[in-house]
């Protein structure tokens, strides 16, 4: 089945530890993208990549990593550095950047 | 004020209801997306417009490009049809295609 894979489905971390979030797709789609989720508020993009090995920040990457050394795969981190890190974290591709774009199923972060 | 705003926050209904969401939008658009999320927490795409109607079972969207506005409707809801839904417009202009979002209506339909 093709599609979007995000893991872990929930993630636990003490306050100061980087924490990378896994996101995984096989619909060979060029653009991928990371989103956090708070509640009452809109998803707001953090990172996007329109093609391997390229990456630029979007409206809240302050605190966050990525890379794309692969077609199919884009952690994001989260470092000491984000200051609310406790969110739900949603990885969306897209065949290009900017067509429709594809969602997995998120990743609860909780920073204790 | 948020670039994209829906109505309202919060919606119950009981099954067999008709529900409208609203969502208004301030910046040019080249298309607008309603998208359902469900408690665990996944995305599907429900509609993606750029003028007219589109329906899809029991679900129906309209865009009023004029006036700014898209409309969701679910007729003869049913409890499985809670979740939450987000209205998102694509951005014209030189921000061609980039997705704002709204921040979504909870709807609960009891049985």
């Known amino acids: 089945d093709g599609g979007i894979t995000q893991s872990p489905k929930y993630l636990f971390r003490k306050e100061g530890q980087n924490v990378t979030l896994s996101c995984e797709q096989n619909l060979n789609h060029d653009a991928m993208y990371w989103y956090r989720q708070d509640p009452g508020q809109g998803l707001r993009l953090i990172y996007y990549s329109q093609i391997v090995n390229d990456f630029q920040k979007g409206d809240i990457a302050e605190g966050y990593s990525v890379s794309r050394e692969k077609k199919e795969s884009f952690p994001l981190t989260v470092t000491s550095a984000q200051k609310n890190p406790t969110a739900f974290y949603l990885c969306?591709?897209?065949?290009?950047?900017?067509?429709?774009?594809?969602f997995g199923p998120g990743t609860r972060l909780t920073v204790l | 004020k948020n670039e994209v705003e829906q109505s309202p926050q919060n919606l119950t209904a009981q099954e067999g209801e008709f529900i409208t969401i609203n969502c208004s939008y301030s910046v040019g658009i080249s298309a607008l997306h309603w998208l359902q999320q469900h408690p665990g927490g996944g995305i599907v795409s429900l509609f993606m417009?750029?003028?007219g109607k589109k329906k899809h079972g029991r679900l129906i969207a309209t865009i009023n490009i004029q006036e700014k506005h898209s409309s969701l409707h679910i007729t003869a809801s049913h409890p499985r049809d809670s979740a939450v839904y987000i209205c998102?417009?694509?951005?014209?202009?030189?921000?061609?295609?980039?997705?704002?979002f709204g921040q979504g209506t909870i709807l609960t339909v009891h049985p």
């Open positions: 998102a417009v694509r951005a014209g202009g030189t921000s061609y295609g980039k997705l704002t």
């Open positions: 417009l750029s003028s």
């Open positions: 969306a591709s897209s065949p290009l950047l900017y067509n429709e774009q594809f």
